[in-house]
């Protein structure tokens, strides 16, 4: 197998097969974001992915899940990406599962049949960065979509029955946007409707260009009481109509969430009332990673 740089997965995906499809990320520009910094985006050539593939064939005698790195392999078109997931099927026959990381204007690039196509083939899930529901901090991380083609693309998704796991950032806005901030996500996450929901916590690596605006002063970190705050605000605007898995058991997370929404609505909120009134239950910040 080979890999180019730092490959990222989602935690979800820490038994998968993991193999490069791209190089880097097409757009890389989120202020908030340390990945993939050290590589120029590019698309590999589907026969060295092929080899790549059947290589892991003679390595592993049963792969269940394949990731397909790096940013956003659906930047590929479905005539490509069918060789690869033909491929897929042909070699790995026990495989229950494809996943990629996609950007909202992969997904809005696809029509409802390549996207049918695409879940017929073994995709079964997108990993979808939204990061918040608010168009104005949406334009502050230059993020390049907006929450209504956010909205549009995990809608179109689901539509697809391909589940959408949709992450969103606790501490995007600071202290002045934390309202805005939790009401707009919640609102966003409602008209989803997703599979999954996650919730990050805010941590800046000296890569990521955020990095650079804590240091001189321009922008301020939550403190563990505001993000409990901003997390309350969140889970009480979310009103889903059909079951949601709801995490916000992230390293970054200074406390550690998780039920299904609409039901487990009441008992979320419950912990987070008990945890503001004892914040020693808390996650102590040098445990704290990404």
Known sequence: MRYEGSVYRPPSEAYSLIVQVTIGCSHNKCTFCSMYKDKRFRVRKPEEVIEDLREARRLYPRVEKIFLADGDALVLTNEKM???????????PECRRVSV????????RKSPRELEELRQAGVG?????AESGSDRVLAAICKGETAAQL?????RTEDAKIAASVTFISGLAGPDGLQEHAEETGRVISAMEPSYASLLTLMAEPAAPI???IRQGRFQLLSPAQVLEETRILIENINVTRKCV???????NYLS???DLPDDKQRLLAQIQAAKQNQSSLRPEYFRAL
């Open 101 to 108: 990381y996609a950007r909202a204007g992969d997904i809005l």
């Open 151 to 155: 909205i549009d693309a995990v809608r």
């Open 246 to 252: 709801f995490r916000s058991n992230h390293a970054s």
């Open 211 to 213: 990095y650079e605006e």
């Open 82 to 92: 069918m060789v690869l997931l033909d491929e897929i099927r042909r070699l790995f």
């Open 257 to 259: 969430l998780a039920g």
């Open 125 to 129: 899930m997108f990993y979808i960065g």
